[in-house]
């Protein structure tokens, strides 16, 4: 699956789950360019994110990524 298709699914995911349609994320957007994604909120995105392409983050991968590129490679790698 390409990145940009990977994207496009996060983006939708976000949008649903903070309830906002104005959210457009790129590779380089992180926590701080979403108002709502707070740690706690971050939990559940990335629960969210696991359940939608049926995946399983390792608590190292999430912590060494940076920005959603970051997130959408470890996907991409996940999803091969």
């Known amino acids: 699956m390409e990145i940009s298709e990977i994207l496009k699914q996060v983006n939708h995911l976000f949008t649903d789950f903070f309830d906002n349609n104005s959210i457009s994320l790129n590779e380089q957007s992180t926590a701080a360019d979403v108002e709502e994604w707070d740690s706690l909120n971050n939990i559940h995105i990335i629960t969210a994110i696991e359940k939608h392409f049926r995946i399983r983050f390792e608590l190292n991968e999430l ?10 490679r470890g996907i991409q790698a996940k999803v091969k």
């Open 63 to 72: 912590l060494n990524f940076t920005n959603i590129g970051d997130m959408c």
